[in-house]
């Protein structure tokens, strides 16, 4: 989804749009299909400079390669690596927009959109009620629910309105919660 894949151009990205209309660099680390909580990649955040993060999780791993049982843990590791370099830096953690054929249906190892979902926020939950106040939770839907899959090029990523629809909600609702105003 922040790959952009069906974006207008470059700069029609949701987090180019975002970034332009916040005054931010930005970073965009946006793996197409390839987001999979991996090591490397926390590392990687944690030694890159930033004043604002945000990470939207779980989409590309509805494809099986995390379970119940492991993902919390995934996510929470991935917070902790990117703390490590980033103690106090304001975090959003954007759980997947709609996609409804995985919303409430099972995938190989038995996880639906609606229990990544809830992994992500007790994660969250966990570290805020560990000291971490400056990471926030957003579900997905509220930037892009069922109201919204009209603009989807393909049923899975936004067209290049879907993009733009998706840069407004995020900059409405995700960036007050990381205290930036436009």
Known sequence: ITHCRHAAGPSEAWPAIVARQFGLHLTCLGYGADCHLDPMVGRMIRDLPADYIGLKIGINMI????????????????????????????????????????????????MTLELMRQRLAEACHVMRDHGDAN????????????????????????????????????????????????
């Open 135 to 182: 990471l926030h939770y957003i579900d997905g839907l509220d930037l892009m629910g069922p109201q919204a899959v009209h603009l989807y090029a393909d049923g899975t990523h936004p067209n290049a309105e879907g993009y733009r629809f998706l840069a407004e909600a995020y900059g409405r609702i995700v960036m007050p919660k990381l205290g930036l105003k436009a």
């Open 63 to 110: 494809g099986g390669s995390a379970s119940d049982r492991t993902f919390r843990a995934m996510v929470i590791g991935m917070l902790e690596t990117i703390r490590d370099g980033h103690p106090d830096t304001p975090i959003a953690v954007v759980s997947p927009i709609c996609h409804r054929p995985t919303e409430t249906t099972p995938n190989v190892v038995g």
